[in-house]
């Protein structure tokens, strides 16, 4: 993910400086559900749907987090219902 990060040529350490803060919070990978969990601090120009300043971004094997999701963030961030037709 990192190589592709840089050729994409962005700055993956200052990213990482903007949204994992001293104090972040990070669930390491279990193998029982298969995933690890980063909690980060929003920008004040970012919103969230409920004016929550973190996001729980996720990480793992693509089937079983698909799974327990209801929900997307479309292109421009807009919440949209993940139907069976846009898991396909």
Same mark, same amino acid.
């Given at each position: ?13 200052? &990213? #990482?400086?903007?949204? &994992?803060?001293?104090?972040?919070? #990070? ?5 029982? #559900?298969?995933r ?13 749907e409920? !004016?929550?300043p973190?996001? &729980? ?8 987090? &698909? ?8 292109? !421009? ?12």
């Amino acid at each position: 993910m990192l190589k592709f990060i840089q050729r994409c040529d962005c700055d993956y350490m200052g &990213l #990482r400086d903007k949204y &994992l803060p001293s104090g972040y919070l #990070r669930f390491q990978f279990d193998s029982t #559900r298969k995933r690890m969990s980063t909690v980060v601090q929003l920008d004040e120009s970012e919103t969230s749907e409920y !004016n929550y300043p973190k996001r &729980l971004h996720v990480k793992g094997a693509s089937e079983i987090i &698909l799974e327990s999701c209801h929900y997307y963030l479309d292109e !421009n961030g807009k919440k949209q219902e993940l139907t069976a037709e846009v898991k396909e």
